[in-house]
């Protein structure tokens, strides 16, 4: 008996009183949710919803801006279509990671990759809706005397528009889900409690 | 640019494609009279379409001069010369995220009109190609079949009243049913309108039902004949314009005539097959085939006899 000496408190830390679900260890327990919608998912929902928003808006004119330069000077087609896919090549955890010397550790930070993996699904998205009117059709509208601007906004554009659509969904859904990671670097948008709970105690 | 029916002369016009030796049209010298209809024929390589497309500047001449109304088209803004020509192609090229009205509205809404006064026109033009002005007009091109989509075409070429209206096989990808029923409503309107039209097709047949004047272009773009139907019909300038309307050629010249229009004997058999007067010779001779008979008897549309046309009258 020597050896042994009892503690002096508890060695189980008191948590307090836990949900059955809680204290069962559930898969998911809607009242933990409650409890901690005020002070940690409101805001991290709301952070992550605004970060999302910023990016495909500024991936959206990026690559708006770029789909109109491929679209009336075809050699830029290729290489800003290379730059897209090459962009969507790097890791985004390691792209977070080393724009944090560059831009520190800003929400900026986290925005800048986003921006730059929304290129990757809107940039051929928007080409591809404003190559894909038929040529019939602009060949009426030329016949017909629209000039090159109003065949742009009166006819290809508004042609474009479902497959622009579509791109911005998936570049939507896309960036929602890497968005998560950003809290690599930053405790921002849904990924911060997400990585503050995987830490070790 | 002119708003009446415009004559539209074609002047030594040739077209060389960047990178070509050959010519596509090569020194074209036609005039198409105001209010008339020009048909260009020919086979494929003849420089139809190019020679249609130079006039709207779609194509741009390489030398040579295109006039309308003694106005070289070069002269003109590129933009209003287009706006002041009908074109209709063969795929009809409606916008398909417009509705009809909003389809033959385009010319009218780029040059300014009043929203009240479009409105009317397009009523207008809907009614005159056979559609109904208040239905049709909200209906999108995807509900359209092929023939009326070529109505609305139609009706979207001769929006702000052009002078001149070019078309490029209009009733080429429609249905031989359908495709008769728009050329004899073609003609009907053009009875009315006295366009000065242009009207390019590979079909023999049609540019002779359509045409008052035809253009044959041989492969190479050159000019083989330019005549009215009955003339490249009886006298074809050479063999390949002979080749090109047909062996059957004598039987299409009498396409050209109704039965009506023959001097008729006096009635005096009885039991006649009855003809209308509108008949044309063709079909004529085509019921003296069938029936074996020597004569027909000719009524009008009250059905009232007009007079009896032999077998002899159809072939003299």
Known sequence: ?201 | MPTEAAELVFDEATKVYPGRDAAAVDHLSLTVPAGEICVLVGPSGGGKTTALKLVNRLIPLTSGYIRIDGTQIGDYDVTELRRSIGYVIQQVGLFPHMTVGGNIGTVPRLLGWQKQRIRERVGELLELVGLDPEKDRKRYPSELSGGQRQRVGLARALAANPALMLMDEPFGAIDPIVRARLQDEFLRLQQELRKTVVFVTHDVDEAIKVGDRIAILRQGGTLAQYDTPQRILEHPVDDFVADFVGRDRALKALTLKTVGELELAPATEDGLPRLPADTSLRDALAIIVAERRDALLVVGPDGSPLGVVTREDLLR
Do not use: K
């Open chain 1, 1 to 201: 008996m020597s050896g042994l000496r009892l503690a002096d408190g508890p060695v189980i830390p008191d948590f307090g009183q836990g949900s059955a679900c809680l204290r069962h260890n559930h898969w998911f327990c809607t009242s933990w949710v409650r409890a901690n919608w005020g002070d940690t998912f409101q805001p991290a929902l709301l952070q992550h919803i605004y970060l999302t928003l910023l990016a495909v808006g500024i991936g959206f004119g990026i690559s708006f801006v770029l789909a109109i330069i491929a679209f009336r000077f075809r050699v830029f087609g290729p290489p800003l279509g290379a730059m897209s896919d090459f962009l969507y090549c790097i890791p985004s955890i390691a792209l977070f990671v080393l724009l944090v010397p560059v831009t520190g550790l800003t929400v900026t930070t986290l925005v800048i990759p986003l921006v730059a993996y929304t290129l990757f699904v809107l940039y051929p998205n928007i080409l591809a809706g404003l190559r894909g009117v038929p040529p019939e059709v602009l060949e009426s509208a030329r016949g017909m005397g629209l000039t090159r601007r109003q065949i742009f906004w009166r006819v290809e554009l508004p042609l474009a528009v479902p497959a622009i659509m579509a791109g911005l969904r998936v570049a939507t859904v896309a960036t929602i889900s890497i968005a998560t990671i950003a809290a690599i670097v930053l405790y921002y948008g849904l990924g911060g409690p997400i990585f503050e709970g995987d830490q070790p105690p």
